[in-house]
């Protein structure tokens, strides 16, 4: 798939290389014979094992470096291997390498400095091609390799000075490696196929928290020196960090909530009990929860002086927590093993934070326990978690509930399918992408909902909801810690039922499995979803009536968005915002009847009021659009250290939040499509002090068509030109403006 044939990206990627049959193996099931091709690795990572790896970092704020050394546990699988190939990253800067190869018996360990060289690969790595002595080359015989370097701001590492954070009191930094970026953090086997075990020692200033993905964790008060250790095998992308102005309060017998202290209590209060209640049913459904957990795994003597030490600080060993992180954060959330990140953002939309929440608890069973092997079937781990997720709320919120989200996101599924079309590529289950195209450019709603299509078909073919819990618990069991592909999964169902095997249920004509799998379109069938009909239903009589020439105001009014859950708003709103264009005269009364109800409602209704406002060229109602992009401006004159969190500073707090990259996006790219580009430039110059680089760069691109967005270095800021024209006061006499989006939060 080329860049040319996506229209725009969305939350997550998908991608994958060869579909092999799996067999069972040591720690886990790995995949078979086959040997497995991900074109978006460099590495040579199928003629290694990697047993473990080890990170010991000095993070520098002041002038924004990570340096220090890696250590890679390693076994060479075939002989003759000479060289091991790492996918690397030009922000990335290699110091030495060297090698320890264990001495035979009576015979000392030989250290030995070894030769590299780094290849460009892609625009988003490089390869790292290491030459190895042929004292390593004995297979299944164990060696390490040290790697010194010191790495900047690639696109895995988030720098955030003072002023960008919630509190202003601390710079910030945080990784975000899916799906691809962690090669730009360490050297690694940067494919979903490659799981081992992780350690980490890491340096910082004063007064700095350090947390990661990570299953134990010690700190050293006196050294200012965190250590971690993930006894659990991960992929790469799963590594995660955080440093900064951190503070905890657990919220349940296994799980806290970090954040700066300014917005703490809220998120600590948004949450309550229901992270603790959405863990007990997901291990219910799905078996236990694994994370930091004592399972049985067999940890070689690199790691055993640390682990002893952790053992002895009295540090919980089953963890689930969470930290909310500055607008900064590129996506909404990540189901970083023990440690969830989510945007802060969020914090405002109780029920859009329910179902972020759940659904990276539901990660840790299909995602992080259980891995696609390759990028190119990601809805084995989104599909099988947005299932698990609505399993999790049906028994815990009940299914009226469930069905009224799945509703609001097939709508948004069939609104990126009217924008790609029912033969774009990447509308497959098995996507197939060419060399070069980065996964984490690559977002749409597919490897979510149609995934979730696919295992609610499953589900059917049982024909009992809770046999298929049992199999999706016994799936888990079967492939906890390894890395899968389409076919593992299905042979395993189809194992587990046979009586469905013996009908040929995956030949079912115009629903076989593999039209699932490689058909382009929409979902060949949808679950029934009928039981939301209590909460659906007034949805669409309003847009209906709405849709009414002219619309009837006294039966309107009898529909109160007030009374309403935030899906049954932004399900109208997005309904709206399909039909537009809209008559002036339609905007006018829309306008009247709910702008000034739909301003005190949380951003996620906010923006799509706002879109169809931009959409609609609605100018009366211009104003709301700049006051939403401006509200984190505002918030930098306070100083959020000496405020007293009463009910009023913490909707203050959480409307400073509004203007992050999900919220802000979308409505330039809306305002840059229609009339009001002009407006957008204005706004981008009175709000870009503010912004971080990487969305500065971002907004860059949609106003002034600059190319392709770089994260090497931070773009200057721009002065408005004395002749930049103000944005009109009249609309255009046709009214016109592209639809060219789907909207925010897919």
Known sequence: ITMAELQRPTLCCCRKVLTVPSKSCEGGRALGHCRLVDVASASNFHSFKLRHFHLDLNINFAVKRMTGWQVLELVPIHPGIQALILDTHPSLLIHSIDCKVPGASGVPDLFLPLTYRVEPFTDYGSSLNITLPAAVNRPHRAFRITIRYTTT?????????????????????FTQGHSVCNRSFFPCFDTPAVKSTYSATVRVPDGVTVLMSASRSVYSKQDRLFQFSMENPVPAYLVALVAGDLQHTDIGPRSRVWA????????????????????????????????????????????????????????????????????????????????????????????????????????????NAVTNAT??????????????????????????????????????????????????PVSK?????????????????????????????LSQLCGDIKKFDTFLKAYIEQFRF??????????????????????????????EFERWLTDCGPPLCEPDLSAGGALTGPVQRLCDLWGMEPPDPHAITAFDLSTWST??????????????????????????????????????????????????????DLHRVRNFLHKHEEWAAFHMQDIVFSRCSLHLCLSSLQTSRMYTVPLYEDLCGGVMKCFAVEVFYQTQARLHPNLRKTLQQILFQTGSVSTSAAPPLLELPPSAPSPPTDPPANGAIALRDVNVSA
């Open 153 to 173: 701001d690639g696109p895995a590492i988030w720098w955030l000075d003072t002023e960008l954070t919630c509190g202003q009191t601390k710079p910030l930094v």
């Open 260 to 367: 700066e202290p300014c917005i703490l209590t809220c998120a600590v209060s948004k949450l309550g009990g229901s992270v603790e209640r959405c863990l007990n049913v997901a291990e219910e459904l799905f078996g236990p929860y694994v994370w930091g957990r004592s399972v049985s795994i067999c940890l070689n003597s690199f790691t055993q002086l640390l682990l002893l030490n952790m053992a002895n600080s009295g540090s919980p060993f089953c963890r689930y927590d969470i930290v909310f992180l500055p607008p900064s954060f590129p996506i909404v959330a990540m189901e970083n093993p023990c440690l969830t990140f989510i945007i802060s953002s969020i914090l405002e939309s109780q029920e859009f934070l329910l179902i972020d929440v759940i659904h990276e608890i539901a990660h840790g069973w299909f995602g």
């Open 375 to 424: 990028w190119e079937e990601m809805w084995l781990s989104e599909g099988l978690a947005t299932y698990a997720q609505r399993r999790i709320t049906m028994v815990a919120y009940g299914e009226a509930f469930t069905c009224l989200e799945t509703v609001f996101r097939l709508d948004a599924l069939h609104r990126q399918m009217r924008l790609l079309g029912d033969n774009s």
């Open 429 to 457: 289950l098995q996507a197939k992408f060419e060399p070069g195209v980065n996964p984490s450019s690559l977002m749409n709603l597919f490897t979510y909902e149609k995934g979730f299509c696919f295992v609610s078909y």
């Open 482 to 511: 390894s890395s899968v592909v389409a076919k593992d999964l299905l042979d395993f169902f189809l194992g587990f039922f046979p009586e469905l095997k013996d009908s040929c249920a995956a030949q079912r004509e115009g629903l």
């Open 567 to 620: 899906f049954q708003t932004v399900l109208f709103l997005d309904r709206l915002l399909d039909r537009s264009p809209l008559p002036q005269g339609v905007m006018s009364l829309l306008s009247g009847c709910y702008s000034a109800l739909l301003d005190q409602m949380n951003a996620e209704v906010q923006i799509r009021w706002l879109q169809i406002v931009v959409r609609n060229a609605f100018y009366p």
